[in-house]
């Protein structure tokens, strides 16, 4: 019998991590650099892209660390003649 496998990139946690850390870079850098003072003054005040682009990096952040400390083991079929 094969010892168990680590699912690696097939991960659903690591897929969703990747698209949020994606998404969240590109708010992050739209927050820092391309906001004007007409965007912050429809948002209250608040940079809401910044914001929203560092929380969505938080949960991309807790999302691999969540994938690397507790990975998904898939065991093999067992052999149909044993």
């Given at each position: 019998m094969?010892?168990p ?29 391309f ?36 990975p ?11």
């Amino acid at each position: 019998m094969s010892a168990p496998k680590k699912a690696g990139a097939f991960d659903i946690r690591l897929i969703i991590a990747l698209l949020t850390g994606v998404y969240g870079l590109v708010l992050t850098i739209m927050g820092i650099g391309f906001t004007t003072d007409a965007d912050l003054a429809k948002a209250a005040g608040v940079n809401i892209n910044l914001w929203a682009g560092i929380g969505m990096l938080v949960f991309t952040l807790l999302f691999v660390v969540w994938a690397k400390v507790r990975p998904i083991v898939v065991t093999p079929p067992e052999e149909a003649g044993e």
